[in-house]
T-cell receptor, first 114, second 115 residues
Framework: DTGVSQDPRHKITKRGQNVTFRCDPISEHNRLYWYRQTLGQGPEFLTYFQNEAQLEKSRLLSDRFSAERPKGSFSTLEIQRTEQGDSAMYLC????????????FGPGTRLTVL | AQKITQTQPGMFVQEKEAVTLDCTYDTSDPSYGLFWYKQPSSGEMIFLIYQGSYDQQNATEGRYSLNFQKARKSANLVISASQLGDSAMYFCAMRGISGTYKYIFGTGTRLKVLA
């Protein structure tokens, strides 16, 4: 399977705990994106990487959220001191960076904060 | 600011019939891209079709076509010959070309195909 992969697919945690999600993009894609989707809504942009550089970050992303993409390959999204409002689907996407720049999404990580 | 509006929260269509899902957008970018994605209950966003703002012809991909009316700022998705497997959420998205690569998504339309 050469698509975008995400791990874990589901995560249940208690409020106040830290969680980390991983995304492996399509191998030749140099752009990587994180989105958050809550029930009944479309995905909302969180942050974006071009290779290893984090080029854009949403104002939605509080200081408790951090993302990295070391070596421009896989990426991690960490949420510290989770809150119930963080419960959502976290989607990762990657793109080639060509003229159409279509983003291809992974299956998502569903986070539930108790 | 960019915005995508999908005014149909839910739609029904009979199997083998065609259906149109509405999408209007707002942007001040002179160049932009419009996308449609399908999200089944499993949660994965599946890319369906892309239309560039300067493309002269409407995009088509198999049973999917995009009815792009630039003056009206609409980018409706047409699904022909609906199948039961088309039942899903459908999202319209836009990307501005200048300065940002993030997508702005609409709130989606839930399509149910009836046997």
């Amino acid at each position: 399977d050469t698509g975008v992969s995400q791990d874990p697919r589901h995560k249940i945690t208690k409020r106040g705990q830290n969680v980390t999600f991983r995304c492996d993009p399509i191998s030749e894609h140099n752009r990587l994106y994180w989105y958050r989707q809550t029930l009944g809504q479309g995905p909302e942009f969180l942050t974006y990487f071009q290779n290893e550089a984090q080029l854009e970050k949403s104002r939605l992303l509080s200081d408790r959220f951090s993302a990295e993409r070391p070596k421009g390959s896989f990426s991690t999204l960490e949420i510290q001191r989770t809150e119930q409002g963080d419960s959502a689907m976290y989607l990762c996407a990657s793109s080639l960076g060509n003229s159409g720049d279509t983003q291809y999404f992974g299956p998502g990580t569903r986070l539930t904060v108790l | 600011a960019q915005k995508i509006t999908q005014t149909q929260p839910g739609m029904f269509v009979q199997e083998k019939e065609a259906v149109t899902l509405d999408c209007t957008y707002d942007t001040s970018d002179p160049s932009y891209g419009l996308f449609w994605y399908k999200q089944p209950s499993s949660g994965e966003m599946i890319f369906l079709i892309y239309q560039g703002s300067y493309d002269q012809q409407n995009a088509t991909e198999g049973r999917y076509s995009l009815n792009f009316q630039k003056a009206r700022k609409s980018a409706n998705l047409v699904i022909s010959a609906s199948q039961l497997g088309d039942s899903a959420m459908y999202f319209c998205a836009m990307r501005g070309i200048s300065g940002t690569y993030k997508y702005i998504f609409g709130t989606g339309t839930r399509l149910k195909v009836l046997a």
